[in-house]
């Protein structure tokens, strides 16, 4: 079975523009979580979809948004971009959200 | 709110070696403790996951352990290899949080 895919895997933009990341789960589960990583620290969460409803919000701007379809794929937009932006983006999926999650290869955003 | 503590923050032992990785954190009503892997650049690889009712998990060459009254968790790992560097990261839930991370312990394990 294939396991959680995110595209693109690399991205360059620059200082005010947006950005579209897609990660799509597991077959069968329905629970998309995104995160940020910054060099050297543990990922950060940004929110957390289940059955196409936003389930949980991390401590980020509104720049921040996503939303999951009805495949439950997810998308996570960031508009007017920061330097500060520049992260390996997480994403993961579960059956049910609150058991054991799969991360897919990330997203690595650099933002000049 | 959670907070997940790791020591060490690096870790360098010669090939063939056991050791224990640590893991602590704050809220004890955590009801799954989770350990990933994660290779440079790359993204997480799920080890074990240890449910509340459990003490341990086994997987291999790898063992974790829970122990929600003291809020630590170990990983320990038997013999090991070159193929082990990475770094080793611990989560647990928190509220509407799935995953709080600590920020990881990066292991080089020397040929």
């Known amino acids: 079975d294939a396991g959680v895919t995110q595209s693109p895997t690399h991205l360059i933009k620059t200082r005010g523009q947006q950005v579209t990341l897609r990660c799509s789960p597991i077959?069968?589960?329905?629970?998309v979580s995104w995160y940020q990583q910054v060099l050297g620290q543990g990922p950060q969460f940004i929110f957390q979809y289940y059955e196409k409803e936003e389930r949980g919000r991390g401590n980020f701007p509104d720049r921040f948004s996503a939303r999951q379809f009805p495949n439950y794929s997810s998308e996570l937009n960031v508009n007017a971009l920061l330097l500060g932006d520049s992260a390996l983006y997480l994403c993961?999926?579960?059956?049910?959200?609150?058991?054991?999650?799969?991360f897919g290869p990330g997203t690595r955003l650099t933002v000049l | 709110k959670q907070e997940v503590t790791q020591i060490p923050a690096a870790l360098s032992v010669p090939e063939g070696e056991n050791l224990v990785l640590n893991c602590s954190f704050t809220d004890s009503a955590i009801y799954n403790l989770q350990w990933f892997r994660q290779d440079p650049g790359k993204g997480l690889t799920s080890l074990l996951l240890i449910q509340s009712s459990q003490r341990e998990q086994t997987s291999g060459r790898l063992n974790a352990s829970l122990d929600k009254s003291s809020g630590r968790s170990t990983l320990y790992i038997a013999a090991s290899q070159p193929g082990d560097s990475a770094t080793y990261l611990c989560a647990g839930p928190s509220g509407n949080t799935p995953l709080v991370f600590g920020k990881g312990t990066r292991l080089s394990v020397i040929a």
């Open positions: 993961a999926s579960s059956t049910t959200g609150y058991n054991e999650q799969f």
């Open positions: 077959s069968g589960h329905k629970s």
